[in-house]
């Protein structure tokens, strides 16, 4: 019988310790995902790969605009599409342009401000590539497969890395610096085909994961308040 009493008692107290516990208040999930897409223009100096030919001047002009999607604190993804002006390398190439598609991922470094960011760049390219092809002097006319004296045009792939830099200039607007290689698969072989150096503006034009507590984060449109939308 004291056995039976022991068991019992023993559930008793059990039941009675869960009673008497407090239970802890659910803590609200304060954190809020950003997700914001912004719109950015900007010069490029980029080397140019001539087949290897010889070069006066490596780096030419050109300009780029892209569009960002930000979905968290330290990662985006972005599509750009920057054209470099005509350049010519006499006397084998007159009147080259290029084009360049590039898909790139950047994974973010905040600094202790909050305002400003390092990050690094991976993603993939595409260049086309258009000029009069003369043939003379031509250093890779042995793996060029194209007649002399015609228009020469392609589309190559490849990918990038590189590394960039935003300062925050005034509410949704930032300035940008990067420093890219590009590797391209050519008609002459893969390698080191751009170096590209750029600068730009970037501006957040919509901010769908505002939150009121988070006074830093700047942009021209806040779709999650109805009631402040500028």
Known sequence: MSRYFFIFLLVLCFSGARALTPLLPVKKDTTHKIRILSLSAGFIKTSLNFFKNAQEETYSNGYGFRALFQPGETFRVGAC??????????????????????????????????????????????????GFYTGLHDLNKWRLNTTPNTTYESLYFGGRIGMGAEIKIVGPVSGYGEFIFRITKTDVGAGLSDVVYGLG???NVANFGHNRSSKRRHSILKFSDKYHWF
Request: proline share 2%; hydrophobic share 45%; net charge neutral.
């Open 81 to 130: 599409y920057s054209k470099v002006e005509s350049v010519n390398i006499d006397p084998t190439w007159v009147n080259v342009n290029n084009s360049f598609y590039d898909l790139d991922a950047h994974f973010m470094m905040h600094f202790a401000d909050k305002r400003n960011i390092a990050y690094f760049i991976m993603g993939l390219s595409a260049q086309y590539w258009k």
């Open 201 to 203: 503006i970037k501006v």
